[in-house]
């Protein structure tokens, strides 16, 4: 453990007050309750500025931020960009663990290797990322299965512990340690009884998660690579599929789901290209030119999204392509259940 002048504090009318001191050149984005979960909401300096601390994960995940659904790429004749993207630097708050979890995989697909999006890199070094420890889950919450926790270790600028009496502020980056370093009179160093405070806290809802995890019966850890090879050509993905209506909603709501497609559209000055999502369990997503269609099933396809994210990026980055958000199930209109899955290749049945 880091010793106790590593971590700040700050009450939480301090922690509004610094904020609105951002908000003159950023957005905030920030988690608000609404039909019984929760969602990001923008303040943009006007009107009140309220955070409540969120139990657990929003319903949009951080991939919505880097890697919107729809940005405009290019312009013809040349002209500027009108993309989606905001062109101000951002904040957002009430990031979870398993938000962060996405960024290995699409820092590794948008801005590491041979070329970076320039939209991608953009908005990782306009957001300032300000994460917070979960206080309670959902059902379909299983971080611990894919190597996850329900606090965050890494990926964030600053990440919160909600304490009776304010926040446990912690860097995790350079532009953390600046924040902070800036703004010495919000934040104050932490005691040493405040950091056990949050590790009760923790210990407390990790217990509880593994808890649930168990009671419904889930496997303790993700199968590997090998498992997840050995199963590629296996019944279990024509059973598993069956009710999938190839409507992609898994993907879309994936927070690490990253495939596009590239459109170009017609304009009355000339003509866009616009980047839009794409989902591999579209039918035609591996059509190619002259109609052949390598996996024209819904079984090769469902095969083929957890060979990728089990199989592939294990392999090449060490790094799991699932964060344990439970958000695929959520959204999936055939209530194909990812955890059953994981559980039926890792007890080979």
Aim: hydrophobic share 35%; with cysteine; glycine share 8%.
């Amino acid at each position: 453990m880091m010793s106790p002048k590593d971590y700040y504090t700050i009450s939480e009318a301090d922690f509004l007050q610094w904020l609105r001191g951002l908000s003159p050149e950023r957005e905030i984005f920030y988690p608000v309750r609404r039909n019984g979960d929760w969602v990001f909401r923008r303040w943009e300096g006007e009107g009140p500025l309220e955070i409540e601390p969120s139990g657990y994960r929003a319903v949009e995940s951080l991939k919505n931020f880097l890697f919107p659904a729809r940005v405009e790429v290019a312009r013809f004749p040349r002209g500027e960009i009108e993309g989606k993207q905001s062109s101000r630097d951002r904040v957002i708050v009430g990031l979870k663990a398993c938000d962060l979890a996405c960024l290995p995989v699409l820092d590794y697909i948008f801005k590491e290797g041979d070329f970076s999006d320039p939209f991608y890199a953009r908005s990782r070094e306009s957001t300032i990322l300000i994460s917070q420890d979960c206080l309670e889950f959902k059902e379909v919450c299983f971080c611990p299965v894919v190597g996850g926790q329900p606090y965050p270790l890494s990926g964030f600028d600053l990440n919160l512990t909600p304490l009776p009496d304010g926040y446990l502020v912690e860097s995790g980056s350079d532009r953390g340690n600046r924040l902070l370093e800036e703004n010495r009179d919000f934040f104050k160093p932490a005691a040493p009884e405040q950091l056990k405070d949050r590790e009760k806290l923790r210990s407390k809802v990790l217990t509880e998660l593994k808890k649930q995890l168990e009671e419904q019966g889930q496997i303790e850890e993700a199968p590997s690579a090998a498992e997840v090879r050995n199963k590629s050509a296996d019944e279990l993905w024509k059973e598993e599929s069956v009710p999938c209506v190839e409507c992609g909603a898994c993907n879309l709501v994936c927070p690490t789901c990253h495939c596009f497609i590239l459109e170009e559209l017609a304009s009355a000055s000339g003509s866009l290209k616009i980047r839009n999502w794409d989902a591999c369990q579209y039918p035609g997503f591996s059509r190619v030119a002259g109609g052949a269609n390598p996996r024209s099933r819904r079984s090769e396809r469902l095969s083929n999204r957890f060979s990728k994210k089990f199989e592939f990026f294990p392999e090449v980055t060490g790094v799991i392509a699932c964060t344990g958000c439970g958000r695929c199930f959520e959204a999936c209109m055939g209530k194909i259940d990812i955890r059953k899955i994981l559980k039926r290749i890792k007890c080979k049945v």
